[in-house]
């Protein structure tokens, strides 16, 4: 079964929003990670908390690591109609291998 | 930097026939991962290598698919033979495994879409 979880599975906001995703995983791990794919392409590096790490920044991205829940946010302010892709956390837990989620679709509406 | 490369981007076939499937990874990475992605399975890692020699194979669906990684610079991943089931989009990434890290960015090819009829 999949590590990750992401909660929406479809989420759909006006432009300037925020949008927020969760994922929830089953066992402990050394980091998580998050990517975007847009349409026909592939998975885009967006932001890797590690597991002693409790929250994380990059741009308009903001990541939370709740490892007592097993849990993590992904929050995009203000989005743009640019941000509309699937959004798939990854959990590392030994080696360099890494589990997907089924993913969260964002459509940002302008 | 060219990113990850993948040949073809599209491939039609019919069932029983041979695939390649091929990948050039960013220069420089030592970690090489080969996953397959369908709307009813989602990313499913299929094999992956460090340092050329493959680790974990625990994600290829059977003997039908193998995958080599003759030199740090590319890999192929082959499905003999092909059948409908198959189809889906296959995806090589690559990474830079650092002593003492894990779990490390991974890097991303445009994908191979894969239609076998």
């Known amino acids: 079964s999949q590590q990750g979880e992401e909660d929406p599975q479809a989420l759909s906001i006006q432009e300037g929003e925020n949008a927020t995703m969760n994922c929830s995983y089953k066992?402990?791990?050394?980091?998580l990670q998050w990517y975007r794919q847009n349409s026909g392409r592939g998975l885009v590096h967006l932001i890797l908390?590690?597991?002693?790490?409790r929250e994380k920044h990059s741009g308009r991205l903001r990541v939370t690591l709740d490892t007592s829940k097993k849990s993590s946010s992904l929050l995009i302010t203000a989005s743009r109609a640019a941000d509309t892709a699937s959004y798939f956390c990854?959990?590392?837990?030994?080696?360099?291998?890494?589990?997907f989620g089924a993913g969260t679709i964002l459509r940002v509406k302008s | 930097d060219a990113g990850v490369i993948q040949s073809p981007r599209h491939e039609v076939t019919e069932m029983g026939q041979e695939v390649t499937l091929r990948c050039k990874p960013i220069?420089?990475?030592?970690?090489l991962f080969w996953y397959r992605q369908t709307m009813m399975r989602g990313l499913e890692l299929l094999i992956y290598?460090?340092?050329?020699?493959?680790?974990?194979d625990s994600g290829m669906p059977e003997d039908r698919f193998s995958a080599k990684m003759p030199n740090a610079s590319f890999s192929t991943l082959k499905i003999q033979p092909s059948e409908p089931r198959d189809s889906a989009v296959y995806f090589c990434?690559?990474?830079?495994?650092?002593?003492?890290?894990?779990?490390?960015?991974?890097?991303f090819g445009p994908g191979t879409r894969l239609t076998v009829l």
């Open positions: 290598f460090n340092n050329n020699v493959p680790i974990d």
């Open positions: 990854a959990t590392g837990r030994y080696g360099n291998k890494l589990v």
């Open positions: 908390i590690r597991s002693n790490e």
């Open positions: 066992t402990s791990i050394n980091n």
């Open positions: 220069s420089g990475h030592n970690s």
């Open positions: 990434a690559s990474s830079l495994s650092k002593s003492g890290s894990l779990n490390n960015e991974q890097f």
